[in-house]
Nanobody, 122 residues
C-alpha cells in the first residue's frame, strides 16, 4: 500500500501562485510514477500532470501546459505541483496519485490521496 497526503491548497486570487505537495509513505516511493488529477464542482475528475520514476519524463494536460510544473523529491518521498497564474477555472479539489506503471497515471492510477481544495477567486 502507498499512502498519499496532499497539502498546500487554499484560497487565492486570480494571477497568484500556489504549490501543492504530496507526501508518500508505505511502500517504497521508488519505482512509482506520480501524478495529479483535479475535480471541479459539477465536473468529472480530470488528469492534470504526471512524472515518471525517477523523474525523467513529465506530461501535462493541455489546459495546464506552461502554467503548472510537476516535480519530485525522491529523497523526501514528495511530489509537487507548482501552479502559476492561477485562474478561477483552476478551482477544484486536487488529488495526488501514484502507480508503478506510468501509462496508468492517465487513466485509473492504483493509489489516490484524499485531495486538497484549491479555490481561485476572480
Amino acid at each position: 500500500q502507498v499512502q498519499l497526503v496532499e497539502s498546500g491548497g487554499g484560497l487565492v486570487q486570480a494571477g497568484d501562485s500556489l504549490r501543492l505537495s504530496c507526501a508518500a509513505s508505505g511502500r517504497t516511493f521508488s519505482s512509482y510514477s506520480m501524478g495529479w488529477f483535479r475535480q471541479a464542482p459539477g465536473k468529472e475528475r480530470e488528469f492534470v500532470a504526471a512524472i515518471s520514476w525517477p523523474g525523467g519524463r513529465t506530461y501535462y494536460a493541455d489546459s495546464v501546459k506552461g502554467q503548472f510544473t510537476i516535480s519530485r523529491d525522491n529523497a523526501n518521498n514528495t511530489v509537487y505541483l507548482q501552479m502559476n497564474s492561477l485562474k478561477p477555472e483552476d478551482t477544484a479539489v486536487y488529488y495526488c496519485v501514484a502507480d508503478k506503471v506510468y501509462s496508468r497515471l492517465f487513466g485509473m492510477p492504483d493509489y489516490w490521496g484524499q485531495g486538497t481544495q484549491v479555490t481561485v477567486s476572480s
